[in-house]
T-cell receptor
Framework: GAGVSQSPRYKVAKRGQDVALRCDPI?????LFWYQQALGQGPEFLTY????????KSGLPSDRFFAERPEGSVSTLKIQRTQQEDSAVYLC??????????FGDGTRLSIL | GIQVEQSPPDLILQEGANSTLRCNFS?????LQWFHQNPWGQLINLFY???GTKQNGRLSATTVATERYSLLYISSSQTTDSGVYFC????????????FGTGTRLKVLA
């Protein structure tokens, strides 16, 4: 597709369950970012990939959060043993190196 | 780490009015982007502007990197301009990391 695609658009999970969120970047974009956006706040950086290499994961809130991009294209953000404070919109963005980020529509995660 | 602050936090305009939104950053940045988040939550690129001035229709932006601020101008505002405007600064800390400001929430009244 022409833009960044994220799935699912909405995810509801019970506290303690594991979830996996998918990001399909724009074809050819080497840079991929994950952000977390809480209600009424700006997006907060989680992690950055250049191709398949995870160069910065300093924003991941705990060791329950894990991201991968094994072939340098599709990326998955996994959250283990979800907690209520994980409820947020998770945004993915991709870019060519040194060029503007383009965002997907996000996954809205609700933990009950 | 770098701090990014935006002002004003909230703004209400009558349709047709002009406005200026400000983004201050606490340290040197490699780049700066402005985004519009529409009521459906989509983040739309407005400008990618490390320095200087750019214009796109009714919108323009100016970044003065040496003084650590950027301005977004909206002229002849329309109701479709409503939403939240974010600036995001790319840090120079050796990693490729964007820090977002807290946003300006704009409502344009018909």
């Amino acid at each position: 597709g022409a833009g960044v695609s994220q799935s699912p658009r909405y995810k509801v999970a019970k506290r303690g369950q594991d979830v996996a969120l998918r990001c399909d970047p724009i074809s050819g974009h080497v840079s991929l970012f994950w952000y977390q956006q809480a209600l009424g706040q700006g997006p907060e950086f989680l992690t950055y990939f250049q191709n398949e290499a995870q160069l910065d994961k300093s924003g991941l809130p705990s060791d329950r959060f894990f991201a991968e991009r094994p072939e340098g294209s599709v990326s998955t953000l996994k959250i283990q043993r979800t907690q209520q404070e994980d409820s947020a919109v998770y945004l993915c963005a991709s870019s060519l190196q040194g060029q503007p980020q383009h965002f997907g529509d996000g996954t809205r995660l609700s933990i009950l | 780490g770098i701090q990014v602050e935006q002002s004003p936090p909230d703004l209400i305009l009558q349709e047709g009015a002009n406005s200026t939104l400000r983004c201050n950053f606490s340290d040197s940045v490699n780049n700066l982007q402005w985004f519009h988040q529409n009521p459906w939550g989509q983040l739309i690129n407005l400008f990618y502007i490390p320095s200087g001035t750019k214009q796109n229709g009714r919108l323009s932006a100016t970044t003065v990197a040496t003084e650590r601020y950027s301005l977004l101008y909206i002229s002849s505002s329309q109701t479709t301009d409503s939403g939240v405007y974010f600036c995001a600064a790319l840090t120079t800390s050796g990693t490729y990391k964007y820090i977002f400001g807290t946003g300006t929430r704009l409502k344009v009244l018909a």
